[in-house]
């Protein structure tokens, strides 16, 4: 399974970002897919989740700014982030998931200026 993620880049605070991720070589909607971030000197961390029926798991301090979605069908993963602040500066991770194990995408940078 390969993953790529695209859509990371510089914003003001307050303002969106769409992060998008694409995975290959699955095809199966028995999954979990989703978005981590790290940020330096931190560990890497939860921001949400999605499974192939829809269920989305979110970080507390994320929820009602993200928005996570998946199309099945594109096999891709969305992550909307919105009201966003200077502390959600880190370098966002896909992420898909089977009984069999995991994957992770390359990881694209949010930077989020004051």
């Known amino acids: 399974v390969q993953l790529q993620a695209c859509g990371g880049g510089l914003v003001q605070a307050g303002g969106s970002l769409r992060l998008s991720c694409a995975v290959s070589g699955s095809t199966s909607s028995f999954n979990v897919m989703g978005w981590y971030r790290q940020a330096p000197g931190k560990q890497r961390e939860l921001v949400a989740t999605?499974?192939?029926?829809?269920?989305?798991n979110y970080a507390e301090s994320v929820k009602g700014r993200f928005t996570i979605s998946r199309d099945n069908a594109k096999y891709t993963v969305n992550l909307q982030m919105s009201s966003l602040k200077t502390e959600v500066t880190a370098v966002y991770y896909c992420?898909?998931?089977?009984?069999?194990?995991?994957?992770w995408g390359q990881g694209t940078q949010v930077t989020v200026s004051s």
């Open positions: 992420l898909h998931r089977t009984v069999a194990g995991s994957s």
């Open positions: 999605i499974t192939g029926g829809g269920s989305r």
